[in-house]
């Protein structure tokens, strides 16, 4: 039986880059609201903009400590930020240092294992990877409705 050889297409230091850019817009997003307008402004049914930014937290830092160790904590989406924009984007800082911290400790092997994230959704380690990047990008979507809405003017999505 023969074993297929793994091609890489862009290296992990390229991959975390690419993310960190992510990274990077979302936190210039979150910059971009007015604080009040940033716990309390929604839209159809959909969450105000500093709940999404909790989530993107919760699965931000401890995913990646997840995806290295395999030790998984519950998902956690309420980080007592009680409402201030100073302190979510402190948090925001703190986990793009914890991406920074672990990411560089999975191995090349590591993305094709399996694993249950968050002991909820069973994935390879690339896919739930990717998972944690897109939902940020979808969120950070909403965020970028929300303004225009709120008639504020988004940085340019290009710039990440």
Known sequence: MQT????????????????????GLT????????????FHFTLGEMRPFGEMVQELLGI?????????????????EDHSVEESKERLLE????????????????STEDFQDTVKAFGQYENKVYCSLM????????????????????????PNFWEH
Do not use: C
């Not at 390229?14 to 993310?19: A, E, G, P």
């Not at 936190?27 to 940033?38: C, D, G, N, T």
């Open 60 to 76: 931000a830092g401890p995913g990646i400590k997840g995806l290295v160790t395999r030790e998984w904590q519950p998902l956690v």
């Open 27 to 38: 936190r210039r997003v979150i910059e971009a609201f007015p604080e009040k307008q940033l």
């Open 131 to 154: 998972y944690f990047i897109d939902n940020e990008i979808h969120h950070r979507g909403q965020g970028y409705v929300y303004l225009r809405a709120l008639g504020l003017v988004p």
């Open 91 to 106: 948090l925001w800082d703190q986990a793009t240092l914890e991406i920074d911290e672990w990411f560089p400790k999975l």
């Open 4 to 23: 297929k050889e793994l091609q890489m297409i862009i290296s992990q230091e390229q991959l975390l880059k690419h993310w960190q850019g992510h990274r």
